[in-house]
C-alpha cells in the first residue's frame, strides 16, 4: 500500500477531475465562477439527511396499506428483511466512496468511473428524472393532509407554497440547506421517538381507556392475511407485496448519503460514521415502527384503505383516535406534513447534484455544472424543480391515480439502481485487487461483504420484474399499472444502448486494471489531514469538562 500511495503522488493522470471539468464549464463565462460545490456538510448534516430523505409519508401514511393487505407480522417481516438489504447496499456503496470522495460525487459518477460511460449516463439520467418526481410526490403528499384540517385554501396554493420553499432552501449554500435539513429531519426522528414510547405505553394500557393491547391485534384479526388468492398462495403473495411496497420507505437513503459525502467536511472520516449510525437508525425506525403499528393498530380498519383523509389514514393517527387521546392526532398530522417537506427538501438536493454530476462528467449540458460564489449550481438546481410541477397533475380528480403511478414508477427506478450499486461495487472489488489495494488499506469495509452485495442484488433484481406481479391476476389488470410498474426498466435500457451506440469507441466495461482509482486523491488526502488537526482541536475545546456531552454525541453521531 506504501508503494502505491508512493506511485500515486507522482502520478499525473490525464483524465479529467471533477475540479478541472467546472472550470472548463466556466471558462467560456466570465460571470460564472470556476468553483465547484463546496464542502459545507458537516457529519451531523450528512446523516440526518440520509435518514431525512428516508423518512417521509411512507413511514408515517403508506404503512397503512401494506398493514391493510398483508397484517402486522407480515409488515414487520418484510421491514427487517428490507432493513438488512438496504444495509447492504449502504455499506458497499460507502466502501467505494469513503476511497474515492471527490466534489460532484455520486453514485452515477461511479458507474461511469469504474463500470462504463453507459452505465453512468443511464443511471444519471434515471437519478434525475426519478428524484424530480418524487419531489413532485412528496409535496403533494404534504398538500392533500393539509386538507385533514377543514379549510378553503386551494390544494394547487399549498403546492406552491411548499414548492417555493423548497426551492429557495437548495439555492441557499450548502451549509443553510444541511442546518435545515438537520432541524426538519430532527422533528421527524423525534416524533416516532415518541410515537414509539406511546406504543409501549398503549401496549401495557397506559392509556386513557387502561384497555392492555399487548398483541391482540395479532390474534383479532390475525397476524397474516391473504392477498389476490386463498390459502397458501395468498399469504405468499401478502408477504411479496409487503415486501416490494415497503422498499418505497427506504428508496434513495444510501444514493443520498454519497451525494452529500460530495460536499462533506473530511469524507473519508464522516462518510463511514454517517452509514453506520444511519443504518442503525433506520432499523430503529422502521422496524420497531412496523411492529409497533401492527400492536396498536388493526390491520382491518376501514380508514386504512377507504374513508380515510390525508393523516386519517396513518396508522398512528388511527391508534391515538382509538386510544382517545385527543389533539394528538393535530399534532402527528402537522409532523406528517413537515416530514413530506423534509422529504422534498432532501430529493431536490439530490436531484439537482444528479444533474450537477452528469454535466462535470460530459453526459448534460456544461451550463448545469456552473456553480455560484457560494458553490451551489445555481442551473442544475432550477431545472431539477421543473420536474416538481408535475405536482399540479394531482389537483384534478384524477389525484389518487396520479399519486400511486408515482409510487410504482420510483420504486421501479431504485430497484434498477440498487442493484447497479452492487455492480459498482463488485467492479470496484475487482480494480482494486487488480491495481494491489488491499481491503486493509481502505479506509470503510464490512464484514459481511460482498456477500450481502451478492444477495442484495439478486433480491433487487428480483423485486423490480415483480414491482407490479398483482396485475397478472385474473381481474386486476390495468394499462396503467402495468406501464407505472414496468416503464422504468426499458427507459433505463434505452438510455444505455442509447449512449453505448452513439460512443461506440467506449468499452462495455472497464478493464479493472485500468480504472482509474488515483485521479483526485491526493487533494483529498491532504484536506483530510487537514481537516483532521482543525477538528481534533474543536472537539478539545467544545467538549472541554464535559465528557458525557461528547458520549452521548458520539452516539447519536453529532460528533
Known sequence: ?????????????????????VRDATDDDPESTSHGTKRGIKSRHAQMLALGGAIGTGLFVSTGQALAIAGPAFLFSAYLVICFLVYAIMTAVTEVGAYLPVPGMSVAYYGNRIVSPSLGFAMGWLYWYTWGISVAYEITA???????????????????????????????????????????????????????????????????????????????????????????GGRFCAFLFTLIYSCFSFNFSPELLIIAAGEMQSP????????????????????LGALAIGVICRSDEPALTNGGTGAASSPWVIA????????????????????????GNSILYMSSRALYSLAV?????????????????????????????????????????VFNWFVSVINTAAFISWACCCLIYFRF?????????????????????????????????????????????????????FLTSYIGIPVFVLMYFGHRISNRSDPWIRAPGSVDLKTGLVDTLADEELNATVEAEAISIKYVGQKWLRKVSMVWGWD
Open 320 to 343: 391515538i383516535e382509538r386510544a382517545g387521546i385527543h389533539g394528538l392526532d393535530s399534532v402527528i398530522n402537522a409532523v406528517v406534513i413537515t416530514s413530506a417537506w423534509s422529504s
Open 429 to 481: 472489488r475487482k480494480a482494486c485487487a487488480a491495481q494491489g489495494i488491499s481491503r486493509s488499506g481502505l479506509p470503510y469495509t464490512s464484514v459481511l461483504q460482498p456477500w450481502a452485495a451478492w444477495i442484495a442484488v439478486v433480491a433487487f433484481c428480483l423485486f423490480g420484474l415483480l414491482n407490479g406481479f398483482s396485475v397478472f391476476f385474473p381481474g386486476h389488470f390495468t394499462a396503467s399499472g
Open 142 to 232: 404534504a398538500a392533500v393532509v393539509i386538507n385533514y384540517w377543514p379549510n378553503t385554501v386551494p390544494v394547487a396554493a399549498w403546492i406552491t407554497i411548499m414548492l417555493v420553499v423548497i426551492v429557495a432552501l437548495n439555492l441557499l449554500p450548502v451549509k443553510f440547506y444541511g442546518e435545515s435539513e438537520f432541524w426538519f429531519a430532527s422533528i421527524k426522528v423525534f416524533t416516532i421517538i415518541g410515537l414509539l414510547i406511546l406504543s409501549v405505553v398503549l401496549f401495557f394500557g397506559g392509556g386513557p381507556t387502561h384497555t392492555r393491547l399487548g398483541f391482540w391485534y395479532w390474534q383479532d384479526p390475525g397476524a397474516a392475511k391473504e392477498y389476490l388468492v386463498g390459502g397458501a
Open 268 to 287: 473519508r472520516k464522516n462518510l463511514p460514521k454517517a452509514a453506520l449510525h444511519s443504518i442503525w437508525r433506520l432499523i430503529l425506525f422502521y422496524a
Open 1 to 21: 500500500m506504501a508503494v502505491y500511495m508512493q506511485e500515486l503522488k507522482e502520478s499525473n493522470s490525464p483524465s479529467q477531475t471533477a475540479h478541472q471539468t
Open 361 to 401: 462528467v460530459g453526459n448534460a449540458p456544461r451550463i448545469f455544472a456552473r456553480c455560484n460564489e457560494h458553490g451551489v449550481p445555481v442551473y442544475a438546481v432550477i431545472a431539477s424543480s421543473l420536474l416538481s410541477l408535475l405536482a399540479y397533475l394531482n389537483v384534478g380528480t384524477i389525484s389518487g391515480v
